[in-house]
């Protein structure tokens, strides 16, 4: 059997992701990948990249990654009002300041997709990562979402399962022996609890089981660091409006 973490979405939220490593390294789970987003909404994006620079944890391009390094412009989302609208500019304006050249040239060395290949006994199981859907890492694909698209796409790489973030909802969605899993977010889950999100994948000879872990970790410590921060209290006052 062999054991894989899968985390995304970490948001510059240092307690939730050391929280989340911390819960992966006591399963003695040795295998870690991530989905991107490792900045905006939180005062710790530097460190959050370092210690992924440090640990060498396979990392994809998120959309927000993306913006930070290569200076996106930013655009207004249909679904956010005037309010939120223009804390996410404040938010993502401050990423763009904050966040080091050091650290903006690794962001922008990411990769858009990684397809991982397991062999146990005589089957290979092949697991495709994406940050939010395979043809975009912009794309919100929920559960409710049409999938025939996607299952095709897979079916043609021969993949067994299609793990994403993006949405900060997680589930795990089977069609016959395709699987599709969201991994939620680590630092801004958008579910009713707020805690940390990450999916854990058991890979066996029989199949791959995936199953997704929720954890609760230091919540204040991050509000108080966002309130003293220029980043907007909408993004303090969001983990607390639960």
């Known amino acids: 059997m062999i054991q894989i973490a899968i985390i995304s ?13 911390a819960d992966i390294e006591a399963r003695k789970i040795e ?10 909404f939180a ?16 990392c994809l391009l998120g959309n927000h990654d993306e913006r930070i390094a290569f200076d996106l412009p930013v ?16 938010a993502i304006a401050q990423s763009k300041h904050t966040v080091t ?19 146990i ?3 290979a199981k092949r697991i495709l990562l994406v940050h939010a859907s395979p043809w975009s890492n912009d794309t ?26 993006h949405t900060h909802v997680s589930y795990i969605q089977s069609f016959q022996e395709t ?4 991994c939620g977010s680590v630092g801004r889950s958008k579910e009713p609890d707020r805690k940390a999100c990450y999916a854990i994948l058991e890979i066996t000879e029989a199949g791959i089981r995936p199953e997704i872990i929720k954890l609760s970790y230091d919540v204040g410590t991050l509000v108080n660091a966002i309130r003293k921060s220029p980043i907007p209290d909408f993004y303090a006052d969001f983990f607390l409006d639960n």
Not at 44 to 55: A, T
Not at 101 to 119: D, G, H, M, S, Y
Request: aromatic share 10%.
């Open 9 to 21: 979405d970490v948001h510059a939220n240092l307690p939730a992701l050391e929280a989340v490593l």
């Open 121 to 123: 006994g005589e089957k």
């Open 140 to 165: 919100y694909v929920y559960e409710r979402d049409p999938k025939a698209d996607i299952l095709a796409f897979l079916r043609q790489r021969e993949a067994a399962m299609l793990v994403m973030g």
């Open 179 to 182: 699987v599709l899993v969201n």
């Open 101 to 119: 050249t050091e650290n903006k040239a690794w962001l922008a060395q990411l990769p858009f997709q990684l397809e991982i290949v397991f062999r």
């Open 43 to 58: 005062p710790y994006g530097n460190e959050v990249i370092s210690l992924f620079r440090n640990r060498k944890i396979p």
């Open 31 to 40: 295998q870690v990948y991530c989905l991107g987003d490792l900045v905006d």
């Open 75 to 90: 655009f207004p989302l249909s679904h956010h009002d005037a309010v939120e609208t223009g804390s996410r500019f404040e």
